[in-house]
């Protein structure tokens, strides 16, 4: 049965490549018929996917930003990547419903900031990086 959901996820993904002007197009005349409205829902999803996570203030784990444009969802064990483009192709904001309903747990996730959360990639890829941490308001 797995191997059938990866086969269904892998045909997917093709068919999501060669039709991509297609859903391109289907997303911009949504946006331009119903303007703010996707992304008024997926902003309130987001903030509360992301109260979940924090258990707390929303907040990023590493710096402390609480800029909301900028937090991102991190998966302490790497595999964020494979997720978005695997179960979640297509509509990123079902992660989000996914997290508020608890279909998707919340155990391996944590909130970090755009910069904090790349660092965190590029640390898993490559290993250890001369940078200590990383400070807002400090401009040198
Ligand atoms: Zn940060």
């Not at 093709?14 to 949504?30: A, D, N, W």
Request: aromatic share 10%.
């Amino acid at each position: 049965m797995p191997q059938d959901i990866e086969k269904s996820r892998a045909r997917s993904r093709r068919y999501y490549y060669t039709h991509r002007e297609v859903f391109r197009e289907k997303s911009r005349r949504f946006r331009k018929r119903h303007p703010n409205r996707s992304t008024k829902y997926y902003h309130i999803n987001k903030i509360k996917a992301l109260t979940k996570i924090a258990g707390g203030k929303i907040q990023c784990i590493a710096c402390g930003c609480d800029d909301l444009n900028i937090l991102e969802i991190n998966h302490k064990n790497g595999g964020g990547t494979k997720e978005h483009w695997g179960q979640y192709l297509g509509d990123q904001g079902k992660f989000y419903r996914d997290i508020i309903k608890g279909v998707r747990t919340v155990e391996d996730l944590n909130i970090k900031c755009r910069v904090c959360n790349t660092l965190d990639y590029l640390e898993r890829k490559y290993g250890k990086l001369p940078y200590k941490k990383i400070v807002w308001g400090v401009n040198q």
